[in-house]
Every structure is written in C-alpha cells, then in structure tokens.
C-alpha cells in the first residue's frame, strides 16, 4: 500500500501539473476519492479468522475525499459524508439541479448535515438477492450497527453487530445482545431496515 499511496501522489502530481500548463485549473473540478479502504488493515490488530470481506470496520469503509474548485477556500470537513453526496455535489458545483432520484446530498449546501451514513454488501461473488445475505451498515458520529437479512429464511432479518463508537472507536466491543444499547440505536436500525426494503422491495 505504501507504494501504491508513492506512486499515485506521483500520477497525481503529473496531472496536476498538465493541467497547469494548459492553464485548465480554473475551469476544472477536482475529486481525489476511493472505493474502499485499507483491506488488510494491522491497526487495530483484527482477528483473522473473523475479518471478513462482510464486516464493516471503519478503516475499510473510511475512505479519502478531496474537492477542488478555484472558488472554494480550502477547509476541513469533520462531519459525516457519504460516497452517494458526491455526485450530487458536482451537480451542485455546475449549477445543474440535483434529481429527486439522488440519495445524496450537496457538501457545498450551507444547511448540509448528514446523521448517518449507510453502507451495504453481499461479500465476495455475484450479487444474489434471493441466495445470499445481505448486510446493511448504519453508521452514525457515535454508534454503529450491522442489520443481516435473509431472504432465503422467511424473510430473516437481524442486528448481528451494533458499537459505541463513543467509548470503543475500535470496535472491538460488540453490543449485537445489549438490549439497552440497540434500542438507543432504534433510529439505525430503522434505517437499515428502509435500506432492506429499498433492495428488495418488500415490506418488513
């Protein structure tokens, strides 16, 4: 990885550059950004036997994101973003009107916030709704959960991981069976379970 990270800074660089040269950075609209994160992550240490292509840790899913545009000042964004915003913050940057359609919201907007984001997958191989289970992530600043369902089991759908973010950003505590916390969690779980009926396009 840290050669692929040398490398890109690189390719970036020499890109950079061309577009200075023909005087092309006014007119044009950067985006650095990736599709996962680390894949094999050692910090923290994970248990081998359990990190899995299906797990949500954030070192997989936290990934890099940089805009650039002669019109905006360079700045920090600590709030939550999610992959699905940046489309619609293009848009928004062109002055073209964001689709009813799009899940993402305008970084650029004054009044954006996001409460959560959501994150999805079947693990490795074909995409199979009706053979394979289907794990729907909700993430909020401080708590996190991981819905499971199955359409094959009668429709089974549960919480099979939910973290304090707050007092265990390294997720090793896993609160799946603490009643307590899940019904904190009871807004994440909803949303998974929109996100579950958005794929399959049943009622739950």
Do not use: W
Not at 31 to 52: E, Q, Y
Not at 73 to 84: A, W
Not at 158 to 182: H, P, T
Not at 191 to 199: G, L, V
Request: proline share 3%.
């Amino acid at each position: 990885y840290d050669c692929s990270i040398n490398y890109v800074d690189g390719i970036i660089k020499k890109f950079l550059d061309f577009l200075g040269d023909q005087k092309l950075m006014d007119n044009t609209i950067i985006v650095i950004t990736s599709d996962h994160g680390a894949t094999i992550p050692n910090l923290p240490v994970r248990d081998d036997t359990k990190h899995r292509i299906r797990k949500f840790y954030d070192e997989l899913y936290h990934i890099p994101l940089i805009i650039y545009d002669k019109d905006s000042k360079p700045g920090e964004f600590k709030g939550l973003v999610s992959s699905v915003d940046i489309n619609s913050t293009l848009l928004d940057m062109v002055g073209i009107k964001i689709p009813k359609s799009f899940r993402g919201k305008s970084i650029i907007s004054k009044n954006f916030n996001r409460e959560y984001v959501v994150s999805e997958n079947q693990g490795r191989g074909p995409c199979d709704l009706d053979q394979k289970a289907t794990s729907v992530c909700v993430r909020s600043k401080f708590k996190k959960i991981v819905y499971e369902f199955k359409k094959y089991k009668l429709n089974d759908g549960k919480v099979i991981e939910a973290y304090d973010l707050l007092n265990d950003s390294e997720e090793y505590n896993n609160l799946y069976d603490d009643k307590f916390f899940l019904k904190e969690c009871s807004f994440l779980i909803e949303k998974a379970k929109d996100r579950i009926k958005d794929i399959y396009g049943i009622k739950l």
